[in-house]
């Protein structure tokens, strides 16, 4: 450390000139290496009232997650249904006649 010391005391101007070399090339080497990378560019707009439209599609199967066998005590023939597919109904409630 003493041998470094010593030399940089005995030649000033070279030094001085070394360690104004260093900084210029940190320096540029930071500015290349940040403008290397890509900024984030953000698109912005004016907030306006209007329609949304947007479409869904799709295709599966449909899965029940209950379903119930309905086994009337009395036989006939049922003249009136008064509910309708997907319609809920309550546990007593009469939906035929």
Request: net charge positive; aromatic share 8%; no cysteine.
């Given at each position: 450390?003493?041998?470094i010391?010593?030399?940089?005391?005995?030649r000033?101007?070279?030094?001085?000139?070394?360690?104004?070399?260093?900084?210029v090339?940190?320096?540029?080497?930071?500015?290349?290496?940040?403008?290397?990378?890509?900024a984030?560019q953000?698109?912005?707009?004016i907030?306006?009232?209007?329609?949304?439209?947007?479409?869904?599609?799709?295709?599966?199967?449909?899965?029940?997650?209950s379903?119930?066998?309905?086994?009337p005590?009395?036989?006939?023939?049922?003249?009136?249904?008064?509910?309708?597919?997907?319609?809920?109904?309550?546990?007593?409630?009469?939906?035929s006649?």
């Open positions: 450390m003493n041998r010391v010593t030399f940089i005391k005995q000033k101007i070279i030094s001085a000139v070394a360690i104004i070399i260093l900084i090339g940190g320096y540029y080497w930071y500015n290349k290496s940040k403008s290397d990378t890509a984030i953000y698109k912005t707009a907030a306006e009232k209007g329609t949304l439209a947007t479409t869904v599609s799709g295709s599966g199967n449909v899965i029940v997650d379903s119930a066998n309905i086994d005590t009395i036989t006939g023939t049922v003249a009136n249904l008064a509910v309708s597919v997907g319609d809920k109904v309550k546990k007593g409630s009469s939906f006649t």
